[in-house]
């Protein structure tokens, strides 16, 4: 089945979100955006489709979403932040005391670290390999994040070459003790 | 159930280990059956895609431990699929090593001397050539600039890939498409297959029992798609059982066999070692790499060329001294890693907390073309154990492929650290000269150290205390159960190691043949060599 957004409610969807911004942030898709602070200049992990590549059935944690959000959300409130009712409370926070939280709960000592380290492995994946899409489509298609890591353009074929790509000469002198077939003796 | 089947030998992977030994049994006269968990992917099928599902996640493991993760190979051609092809000697002093037992921890009947003819063999079977500076990418030369810069040397090492063919593309991760990196689809196992040998894709091994004269193999069918998904169980026996699954998985096989074996020797499943690797991303300023080291790429950039290239081509081997006291050896290698997972963990240098998210990893990631990865290679301390084996295989799969957890805890000793710092700030000292480039060593917060080179926990050895394995790699106290990949090689070798477990290997084989013949196998060890050939473009029928 494809993934469909509509299978994950909004308050996980947001908390998801503002988790994924907090890894790699960006501005503001308009205005009234919370879920990305606004953090960074040009598109973060969020515009690069983290929601798209988390609810993907292969990743492992699609299911699991609703179950990450709000324990997020539970260590937000517990921050004692003020409560707003238009948002869930990780989302409420602001991007320091996002930051600040995410390295809590992904340092080594943490109990849940394993899960944590997870969700930003694929946030992370979303922006700079964009792992739910084709490279070449997604490059073509101008994915935020292919573009801002400058990913090269494959061929017409779709396959990347490179028929220039050394310096073409000998740039260091190699170690004494190098044996005739190029090995460390 | 219908009969059990039965084979002269059963072996487990197909990777060097399990790869080497199905050819020269094979080719001996015994009937030999391949059991690869992985699937059989072809040259035609390997993608350039990062998507989920594509080559790269289809051939590719990422097991994540206690302090310690291990990436490796996960298809026929096991490791050798995925693997940089960087294929030098093991030096010499590597060899008289004692790490942390007190004795040498080689068998007596092993050194460099005594393994160069069986390195000398696997160079002409793969083969492996020296490499030329006119053909070194824009990164290894970068490396070798910045070296000489420094005072130091530094050597194009010998590597696998037929670069005439290659397309410097850097995609070797997800299996070459131009058959231009020679892995075993290209060698051995074409060469098994043509002298009978059977491989069977998508057969997870799971345990073994015993039988009247030797083993029964137990294994489970992998789903093609989502490897969480196992189907129906089967089971062959064998006179002669080769364990190849890798590092990782050998010991975990063998322990979760215990019940029906009998006690394993103690060190199974101990004294693991991730080859003292450890990385450092670089991200160099583009105007100095062109005033202080002179380079100009013809298109008229300094260097911006972190993609263009096949893994690691240029290593600086001046720390591999003999003289010097062990855990203070090291080689350091130039290297590409993929986006995914060969950004997460780089750290940005001079950063304020956090180093490995948010806004200033952002900025590092712009930087990204000039980004330059050294691996370091070192001497840990064998420190890593493996705990109970999980149900299935070697990891509980979290993703339908490529991403699981396994039982391996790792707490790097101070011998290990000593090796990693001296080595980071070796890099440190290069590469930030005159302001070439700011440094940082990864992570290892994260998911502990990682190491796409795990070995030793099922080693050869002379003594039985600390080795699982006797010097012919017969497992001690299970007469027919031989180990011939990573696990058996017993420590760190400061280069990539590949080539030496191969060599090993194919040590191995005229034992292993002997020992088959005693139990009445009709085999010869033949000494030949596969041809190399394009098998891999060939179509498959299983
Ligand atoms: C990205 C990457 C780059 C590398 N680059 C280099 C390099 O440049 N030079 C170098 O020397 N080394 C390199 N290596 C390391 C090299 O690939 C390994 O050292 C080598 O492949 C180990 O060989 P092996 O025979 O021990 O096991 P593997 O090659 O790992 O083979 C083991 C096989 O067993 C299979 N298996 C596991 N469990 C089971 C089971 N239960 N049942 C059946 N089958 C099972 C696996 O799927 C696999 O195919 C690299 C590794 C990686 C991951």
């Not at chain 1, 969807?13 to 960006?26: C, K, N, Q, R, S």
């Not at chain 2, 010998?158 to 075993?184: E, H, I, Q, Y």
């Not at chain 2, 059977?198 to 997870?204: D, G, N, S, T």
């Not at chain 2, 290698?333 to 060969?342: K, M, R, S």
Request: charged share 20%; net charge negative; hydrophobic share 40%.
């Amino acid at each position: 089945m494809p993934p469909n957004r509509h299978d994950t409610d909004s308050t996980t969807i947001l908390t998801v979100e503002a988790f994924a911004d907090t890894i790699l942030p960006g501005e503001k898709r308009d205005p009234s955006d919370r879920a990305v602070a606004g953090a960074a200049p040009g598109p973060g992990a969020v515009a690069a489709g983290a929601i798209d590549l988390l609810e993907l059935p292969g990743g492992g944690l699609a299911g699991t979403l609703p179950g990450l959000a709000d324990a997020l959300n539970g260590h937000a409130a517990e921050l004692g932040a003020a409560a707003d009712p238009d948002v869930p409370p990780f989302v409420a926070l602001d991007f320091e005391q996002r930051t600040r939280l995410v390295q809590r709960l992904t340092a080594p000592d943490h109990p849940e670290k394993a899960m944590w380290v997870a969700l930003a492995l694929f946030c992370n994946m979303a922006f700079d390999s964009a792992a739910h899409l084709n490279t070449a489509a997604a490059l073509e298609a101008g994915h935020p994040g292919l573009l801002t890591i400058g990913y090269r353009q494959p061929e017409p074929d779709g396959v990347w070459r490179f028929p220039s790509y050394s310096y073409g000469r000998r740039l260091a002198d190699v170690h004494p003790a190098t044996t005739s077939g190029g090995s460390p003796a | 159930m219908s009969a059990v089947e039965s084979t002269d030998v059963l072996v487990i992977g197909s990777g060097f280990g399990g790869a080497i030994a199905a050819y020269h049994l094979a080719a001996g006269g015994a009937k030999v059956v391949v059991l690869e968990r992985g699937p059989w992917v072809t040259a035609d099928e390997f993608d350039h895609d990062f998507l989920l599902g594509s080559s790269y996640t289809r051939v590719f493991d990422f097991v994540v431990g206690d302090g310690m993760s291990i990436l490796g190979g996960n298809c026929v051609g096991g490791g050798s699929v995925v693997y940089f092809a960087t294929m030098p000697r093991a030096p010499g002093f590597v060899f008289e090593r004692h790490g942390s037992i007190g004795r040498r921890m080689w068998p007596a009947a092993i050194s460099r001397e005594t393994l160069d003819p069986w390195y000398e063999r696997v160079e002409q079977a793969l083969p492996v050539t020296q490499q030329r500076w006119e053909n070194v990418p824009y990164a290894g030369g970068l490396w070798a600039a910045a070296c000489n810069h420094a005072g130091r040397t530094a050597n194009p090492a010998p590597s696998a890939v037929d670069v005439d063919l290659c397309t410097n593309c850097n995609w070797m991760m997800a299996g070459c498409k131009f058959d231009a990196k020679r892995s075993l689809l290209l060698n051995y196992l074409p060469g098994a297959l043509a002298h009978g040998a059977e491989i069977r894709p998508l057969h997870e091994v799971q345990h073994l029992t015993r039988t009247g004269d030797g083993y029964r193999v137990h294994y489970r069918i992998v789903d093609d798609e989502d490897y969480r998904v196992l189907h129906d169980t089967g089971a062959i026996d064998a006179k002669i059982v080769i364990m190849a699954a890798g590092t990782g998985a050998t010991p975990v096989i063998l322990r979760r066999s215990e019940p029906h074996l009998g006690a394993m020797p103690p060190a199974v499943g101990r004294y693991f070692s991730g080859n003292g690797e450890r990385l450092n991303t670089a991200v160099f300023d583009e105007d100095r790499v062109r005033d202080v080291l002179g380079l100009e790429r013809p298109d008229g950039q300094a260097y911006a060329g972190y993609q263009i290239g096949r893994g690691p081509v240029v290593a600086n081997w001046d720390h591999l001294d003999g003289s010097l006291p062990e855990h203070e050896r090291f080689s350091l290698e130039q290297l590409f890693f993929p986006p995914g997972l060969g950004t997460i963990l780089a750290q940005v240098p001079d950063g304020t907390d956090p180093l490995w998210f948010g806004r200033d990893k952002k900025e590092m990631l712009r930087r990204w073309q000039s980004w330059l990865t050294i691996f370091i290679m070192s001497e840990d301390d064998n420190e890593g154990v493996f705990g109970e084996p999980p149900e299935t295989g070697n990891a509980v799969r979290l993703s339908q492929q490529m991403l699981g957890t396994g039982p391996l805890r790792y707490e790097p000793t101070e011998n290990t650290w000593r090796g990693w710092n001296l080595a980071d700030a070796e890099i440190k000292d290069i590469l930030e000269r005159d302001g070439l480039a700011r440094v940082a060593p990864w992570t290892n917060d994260l998911v502990g150290a990682y190491t796409v080179h795990p070995l030793s926990s099922c080693r050869i050895g002379d003594d039985p205390a600390t080795s699982a394995l006797d010097d012919r790699h017969e497992l001690r106290g299970h007469p027919g159960i031989f180990v011939t990949d990573g696990s058996a090689v017993p420590g760190a070798l400061t280069v990539n190691p590949a080539l030496t477990i191969s060599a090993l290997a194919e040590r191995a084989m005229p034992g292993i043949v002997r020992a088959a013949r005693e139990r009445g196998v009709a085999v010869r060890y033949a000494g030949s060599l596969p041809e190399g050939e394009a098998a891999s473009r060939r179509p498959v029928h299983i």
